[in-house]
């Protein structure tokens, strides 16, 4: 059995050949973790083998590389900004299963992915991870990893808020409970962690059942009670869950959209209680600005402003109207939506995803988070914007999908930093259905939403479903491992017009090369240590 260490920019697919490298070495800052991997090509036998891993003055993680179907590379792309040519269609490496052992097959690549986290307080200077592999009983590989921790220490992150869109009622169906229940809880709180433990601070939060991909089952948190000339609202649930995020390290919220997607013609979809009957407050096709919608949205939004003054959130809450509006329609009717909750609400300040100029032109939305591919106009125009990307665009565009070279997705923190953009969004955190469906799918095989080539694949979720909480992915980590790039950029107090950062020009036109990260990174090192 042939055995290696690589970084955590390659992808070990079923049929990739053979490394070389036996040792590596990697520098942190205190209060970073690493990653990297052991690779293994098995002969012609059927073989059982475990990962170990040790260091006896930093925490270590070993997890297993698990492999998904590709069926096909994603459109749109040449194949130099394409990961995994030659070996797609096929089986791609992605998720990261919490084990330490596999059955391999004959004539078999496989991986195991280590990560080791240099605490704020651990001791500067080189530690030792010792990597074994074995087959039964035998001991078949022993490999060695230093990790360089530096005197310098990577405070967090400032000024950029991280939110990805979740998905309660995907958690609800796949593991078989009541949305909100005393079962349902746990397991939330395991998927927010996860969240701030890949240093994304923002909690899409269910306020009622966000209005975005179809028609969902109820989701939502707030308790809504009707009576003749009233409603009455209980906000129990919306406080745990507030609770438990910030438990969790998350500091920053975002709630809803109030109105449908793609142009605010109809209210978002609210239910009476919390949604377990599924009966609606008003008929789907209610016009956005109809009395009946205005009436309930002049009863919420104080008590909404309320809630958030008393859990000190007002200041750390994001606000929508609707998701990717366009055409000359779309532009009216979220006009007369944004118009309507500036009236009701003059303290809310609305952000959304869009990729026409105009919204931002005409003041429509007060941070609009534009399309990765029209975010140099708004910033050559003077319009700070946050950026969001989703299935597109691709071609030479930062992605994450799962035939995206891993050093594109790494690039994004640093091109967040350097294209100083406001915030990111990206909508698909777990995201297990069938495209504006409620059918369930099985993430382990189904990739796309059954929508290939208009979704792309691996864009609907980062995460998989394990037994009691989430399974991450290569994807998942390196966007992690990016995010603490532009961490350790504001720690150096570097500029984004830093020349350092000139070969970045925008979100198409960067380095797409590992040397060029570890040099930047030694770079900063380097300048905090002298500090």
Not at 432 to 445: F, G, H, S, V
């Amino acid at each position: 059995m042939r055995t290696w260490l690589a970084s955590s920019f390659v992808r070990h697919y079923p049929s990739s050949r053979p490394r070389r490298r036996s040792t590596m070495r990697i520098h942190v800052a205190r209060g970073e973790r690493a990653s990297f991997q052991v690779g293994f090509r098995t002969a012609a036998k059927v073989q059982e083998v475990t990962a170990w891993a040790d260091c006896d003055s930093l925490p270590v993680t070993v997890r297993r590389v698990g492999y998904v179907p590709l069926p096909h590379h994603n459109t749109d792309t040449s194949l130099e900004e394409l990961d995994g040519v030659g070996h797609v269609p096929g089986y791609v490496p992605d998720p990261l299963f919490p084990e330490t052992a596999l059955r391999a097959g004959p004539f078999e690549t496989n991986a195991f992915w280590i990560t080791v986290q240099a605490p704020s307080d651990a001791r500067p200077g080189l530690h030792r991870v010792a990597i074994a592999l074995t087959v039964g009983q035998e001991h078949v590989a022993g490999l060695t990893a230093t990790i360089n921790v530096h005197r310098a220490a990577v405070e967090g992150r400032r000024g950029l808020p991280v939110t990805q869109w979740f998905y309660c009622d995907a958690l609800a169906d796949w593991y078989r409970v009541a949305p909100f229940s005393d079962r349902f809880w746990p397991i939330v709180e395991k998927y927010l962690g996860d969240l701030a433990a890949h240093n994304v601070d923002t909690s899409h939060t269910p306020l009622f059942t966000p209005p975005t991909d179809g028609v969902k089952r109820p989701g939502q948190l707030l308790g809504v009670r009707r009576e003749v000339n009233r409603y009455l609202f209980d906000w129990s649930l919306v406080r745990r869950w507030v609770h438990t995020a910030k438990k969790q390290g998350i500091r920053h919220f975002e709630w809803p959209h109030f109105f449908t997607q793609w142009g605010a013609e109809h209210p978002a979809r609210i239910y009476e209680g919390h949604g377990e009957d599924e009966k609606p407050l008003w008929e789907p096709e209610t016009p956005a600005l109809s009395p009946t919608y205005r009436d309930f949205l002049s009863r919420l939004l104080p008590e909404f402003k309320r809630f958030l003054e008393e859990e000190d959130l007002l200041d750390r809450s994001f606000f929508h109207i609707s998701d990717e509006p366009h055409g000359e329609s779309g532009i009216a009717s979220y006009r007369g939506a944004r118009e309507l909750v500036r009236e009701l609400a003059p303290w809310m300040k609305v952000m959304d995803a869009l990729s026409d100029i105009r919204f931002a032109r005409e003041g429509l939305t007060d941070f609009p988070i534009a399309i990765l591919s029209a975010a140099a106009d708004f910033l050559r125009e003077g319009h700070p914007t946050w950026v969001y990307f989703w299935s597109g665009p691709r071609g030479r565009y930062a992605q994450r999908l799962l035939d995206t070279p891993l050093v594109k997705t790494r690039m994004l923190g640093w091109l967040l930093y350097r294209l100083k953009a406001n915030g990111l969004l990206h909508w698909g955190y777990n995201y297990w259905y069938r495209r504006q469906t409620k059918e369930l799918i099985d993430p382990y095989q189904v990739n796309d939403a059954h929508s290939w080539p208009d979704w792309a694949y691996g864009d609907p979720f980062v995460v998989y479903p394990g037994e009691d909480g989430p399974v991450d992915s290569l994807r998942w980590e390196i966007f992690a491992e990016g995010l603490q790039d532009y961490a350790l950029l504001q720690s150096a107090g570097v500029e984004p017009d830093d020349p350092m950062l000139s070969d970045i020009e925008d979100f198409a036109e960067f380095p797409r090369n590992e040397s060029w990260i570890h040099h930047r990174r030694s770079a900063l090192l380097a300048r905090l240590d002298k500090r």
